[in-house]
T-cell receptor, first 114, second 115 residues
């Protein structure tokens, strides 16, 4: 595709439910990042995938959060037993990689936990 | 791992004046420093970047400077205009053959251009 695509663009879920957020990176990009952005706040790093290397999961806030990247392309961020504090915009970015390359962001998924 | 500090968190300047945003990084191996602009409700987008073999880079009203010894880099916007109002993020990255290090972002600076 022309850019990084994320789906859904908006998600409202009830507290305690599980949600899956999807990211389609730019074709050929080996690096993929997930960030979280709360209202008016900065970019909070969650997880980073680079090629076939073990992902850097150091930013995941709790064990309710997990992410996969299948076939080195599409990535899914899963949040289990959602809490209200999980409400935020979840941004995905990809870059040609491995490093020193521009990261392109998707439009984000706005998650609201009610 | 890399740690990137960015300040100020909020910057208000009069239209036409200059704005400077500063970042420091912790890992001396970092060698790629991009700056992203995020307008309200939109995704962050790259506006300028600099690599460690260069001390300064300009693109029209925007410039970035890098001091490797002090491990800090700055974004300079001259002749600010209303459309410059946005949140700006700095980042640092290590160029590696296959390590897991990636982009580390600063917390962001909310730049407000006063008419």
């Amino acid at each position: 595709g022309a850019g990084v695509s994320q789906s859904p663009s908006n998600k409202v879920t009830e507290k305690g439910k599980d949600v899956e957020l999807r990211c389609d990176p730019i074709s050929g990009h080996t690096a993929l990042y997930w960030y979280r952005q709360s209202l008016g706040q900065g970019l909070e790093f969650l997880i980073y995938f680079q090629g076939n290397s073990a992902p850097d999961k150091s930013g995941l806030p709790s064990d309710r959060f997990s992410a996969e990247r299948t076939g080195g392309s599409v990535s899914t961020l899963t949040i289990q037993r959602t809490q209200q504090e999980d409400s935020a915009v979840y941004l995905c970015a990809s870059s040609l990689g491995p490093l020193g390359a521009e990261a392109f962001f998707g439009q984000g998924t706005r998650l609201t936990v009610v | 791992g890399e740690n990137v500090e960015q300040h100020p968190s909020t910057l208000s300047v009069q239209e036409g004046d200059s704005a400077v945003i500063k970042c420091t990084y912790s890992d001396s191996a970092s060698n790629y420093f991009p700056w992203y602009k995020q307008e309200l409700g939109k995704r962050p987008q790259l506006i300028i970047d600099i690599r460690s073999n260069v001390g300064e880079k300009k693109d029209q009203r925007i410039a970035v400077t890098l001091n490797k010894t002090a491990k800090h880099f700055s974004l300079h916007i001259t002749e600010t205009q209303p459309e410059d109002s946005a949140v700006y993020f700095c980042a640092a990255s290590i160029k590696s053959g296959g390590g897991a290090d990636g982009l580390t972002f600063g917390k962001g600076t909310h730049l407000i251009i006063q008419p």
